[in-house]
């Protein structure tokens, strides 16, 4: 076996495009990726800076002063009517949505301007010096007042307009305004349940965008880090179709059929495979990490047993990769093509980029996307890789790495049936 494992390395080593695909390429894409991205990554919302307008159509003090006379003409207890009158004139629902917009960490996001009319929030729209404008109707905060505080009528809604196509700042404002909605409506409805109407709502949350929530003692994970794990682990896919790309030539030029008449048992060449993409993906691992130390400063060498869990998590993977090496061989070899391996090399590898978490994280994606990406190899290697950075606890990391040795047992056990286990007449 050792004799195929030096040879795989060896042809490896002098095929400089594997090499650049391999090593160059997702060493220049951890450096875009990770620079272009770092404002939003680390919390840093100038980065998403966007100018919007506000077409004031109602009566603040009109709809507050309605509100505290229809209060005053009900059968309710003076204590009753008073506190809402406070709650009315320091929770006013206009009040709190320019508080968050004008004030905290989305006043640096967000730049509001004020327009007059429709019309002309279109054309501001239409030159695209804003991306949306958002519209208070007339009668907006007394009956929201009588919905939120007195459960009566239908409330009011706030409109957004936008390009039909939405650019990514209007999609960021219309979800801004929306969780600003769910929170206030969640936050009456937590008093009106209560039975405590004069709770003092003037806190309400602010939506906070950017960055990464940490249970741990570490700072958060930036976007250097993420990249450099995320694209690291696409990377290391390529390695298996590599090796069955050169094991379908091995056949073809008549290798293959050569050293099974020298005796050698088919499993011995197919654990060469194994064995091979273990170790050029483990390599592979140790390089770009290094490099992004190094180079990027991504990683901090903050101890030997941080290092210890990562070279771990990469050893574990590493064997899910070489298991997909048997896997790709045992197809090329036994049906004398390397179309799937062109396949994956060209399409399932960036699927499973995609749901796994290499281009974006995915947290904040439908429970079935992030559910089909932690059952991709490099997607449960990304999330241990990022659990262990954050200090979750092993019992945590573990659950994935689990997945990943799942993972590989399932393909390697594949790759045997499907190999040929006799010499086939050669092509």
Known sequence: MIPFILKDLKIMMRDRTELIVLLLMPFILIGILGFALRGIFEGDTAALHMDVAILQE????????????????????FESIASLTDVARETSPTQLLYTMLEEGDLSEMVNVKDVTNIDEAKELI?????????????????????????????????????NESGSLHANIFHDIIQQFVKELNFEYAIAMASGSEGTNLSEVEEVSLGGIDTISTREPVSSLQYYALGIA???ILYVSSTLASKAFVEKKQHVFHR??????????????????????????????????????????????NFWLGIAGISAILSLCVGGLSMLLTSISVRYDSDAVSAIFSGGVVSLFAFVGGSFFPTENMPEFFTFLGSWTPNGAGLTAYL???QGYEGTTVIRSLVRILMITSGVVLLSIVIFPKRRSKPS
């Open 58 to 77: 109602d009566h603040e003090e009109e709809g507050i002063a309605l509100f505290i006379e229809e209060l005053e003409n009900k059968s309710l207890p």
């Open 126 to 162: 239409q030159r695209e010096e804003i991306v949306a404008a958002l519209t208070i109707p007339d009668g907006f905060t007394f009956d929201s007042l009588q919905k939120m505080l007195l459960d009566e009528g239908e409330g009011s809604e706030l409109r957004i307009l936008m």
């Open 233 to 235: 682990v696409m990377f």
């Open 259 to 304: 050293i099974l008449l020298s005796g050698t048992h088919p499993m011995t060449y197919l654990s060469g495979k194994f064995v091979s993409g273990t170790l050029i993906s483990f390599l592979q691992l140790v390089i770009l990490f290094l490099l992004s130390t190094f180079v990027f400063q991504a990683f901090n060498p903050v101890s030997v």
């Open 387 to 389: 659990q262990w950075l």
